[in-house]
């Protein structure tokens, strides 16, 4: 039995049940021994009190969703706490006051009102009106301290998201079959042409190095970016001969902004990965400038049968985007592919 004892208080809506009743009758006791601290205490209205006080403690309890939501914390924090003072006391006077009379009116005694003076009906207003100011005054901390709990680990979930969508992008990147591609056309290029396998082998080694580097970073520059995209697009080109055309129109002005780390390649990766390039067919991928925001967009050639996709492309620039600025890409599948991502200043 004391075990489960134990297990229930663990429970959150037990636990708070429990902690309601527990202050609502130490302080309706405490309330009727401080009004009646001279004289005569009857048991029954001492256990009533602390009757009163639990009904009290559940009735202010119950206000603080309708207070908050009418004047947020976050909004205006000292508005909000003299506003939970004053309804709260006033409910409270209300309560109690009308508890008090029904009980002498049922009874027709007035032992709780010894005297029919002001002075105990002052002391009753100010008691409450401390124990409001108290209440609110820990409701404020408990609830900040409880917000920035929240953030702290809304920051982490965030950063661990990030994560994750950066190491689904690394790994699109690191796959075995995409170097397994490039160590064909290597081995391919070092019977032809040694010259082109060297800037072949430079060119794959500044993509990993790129991948590698901003692994854990959120944000990049375009200009960084673009460094990437045309190491890429030599790599691609060598595979596929001269069917793929870059056409990079972004002016200076922008090269400075941010994106995150391998959105533009994963665009154009998208373009090579879906499209058939032939001498007929070329792909033709550009990259040019809108009004805050850069547009990726390619012509339809022929779309390949079997396509291997770990299907992390737009789904993860989406993803990165809503995470890191609450912002959406735009996609248009018409006559061309085209995605318009925001630019980070």
Known sequence: MKWISTELLYRPTVRKHFILVLVGFLFGTLIYGFINFDGFRY????????????????CVHSSNTLIDKGFPWKRQPGFRLLIGILIQMGMAIFVVFTCLWGYTEFTGTASFFESDDNDLKAKIGILLFCSSLIYN?????????????????????????????????????????????CMNTLSSLFQKDTGRAETFIRSLARSYEYVLDTYD???????EELKFVTAYCFLMKTRFGEHLHLDIQLPDTILQSKIPPMTLQMLVENGVKHNVMEPSLPLIIKIKPLQDGIMVS????????????????????????????????????????????????
């Open 137 to 181: 005054v820990v409701y404020f901390a408990y609830y900040s301290y409880s917000m920035y709990s929240k953030g702290q680990l809304m920051e982490v979930q965030l950063q661990r998201k990030q994560t994750e969508l950066q190491l689904k992008a690394l790994k699109s990147q690191l796959s075995p079959h995409f170097l397994f591609n």
């Open 43 to 58: 048991n029954r209205e001492l256990l009533l009190s602390g009757v009163l006080g639990i009904f009290l403690s559940y």
């Open 217 to 223: 970073a959120p944000l990049v520059t375009i200009a």
């Open 298 to 345: 390619n012509n339809k050639t022929r779309k390949r049968p079997k396509i291997e996709s770990m299907k992390i492309g737009l789904n993860n620039i989406a993803a990165r985007y809503e995470l890191l600025v609450q912002k959406k890409i735009n996609i248009n599948d018409s006559e061309d592919f085209s995605v318009v991502i925001p630019i980070i200043p």
